[in-house]
Nanobody, 128 residues
Framework: QVQLVESGGGLVQAGGSLRLSCAPS????????MAWFRQAPGKEREFVAV????????IYADSVKGRFTISRDFGKNTVYLQMNSLKPEDTAVYSC?????????????????????WGQGTQVTVST
């Protein structure tokens, strides 16, 4: 069982930036798409961004386009989410997820059902 570990969350003022990191525990290399989802209190989990195994393709939720950037470092076996121009409505628990299915990159990866492994999440709080 692959375990994903997130870090980098915290409290930031509106307009500020944070960078989240996600890596599998142990010597496990994720050879497929990885994504970030978020869940705010009282709301359903929502898709944020996904990146392909090669790093050459990505999809973003409309709400974060132009502000968030997903990337991956193969050498460090880590996926990042750079979040700029943060807004109070970005406040949520952010979780990373990994897909172990066939390497078919597309809109299906915007659904949580596409992922096999999840992290515990890291809290991001944006104050006004």
């Amino acid at each position: 069982q692959v375990q994903l570990v997130e870090s980098g969350g915290g409290l930031v003022q509106a307009g500020g930036s944070l960078r989240l990191s996600c890596a599998p525990s142990g010597r496990i290399f994720i050879k497929n798409a990885m994504a970030w989802f978020r869940q705010a209190p009282g709301k359903e989990r929502e898709f944020v961004a996904v990146i392909s195994w090669s790093g050459g393709n990505s999809i973003y939720a409309d709400s974060v386009k132009g502000r968030f950037t997903i990337s991956r470092d193969f050498g460090k076996n880590t996926v990042y989410l750079q979040m700029n121009s943060l807004k109070p409505e970005d406040t949520a628990v952010y979780s990373c997820a990994a897909d172990e299915g066939p390497p078919m990159f597309g809109m299906r990866l915007m659904s949580a059902a596409a992922y096999d492994y999840w992290g515990q999440g890291t809290q991001v709080t944006v104050s006004t």
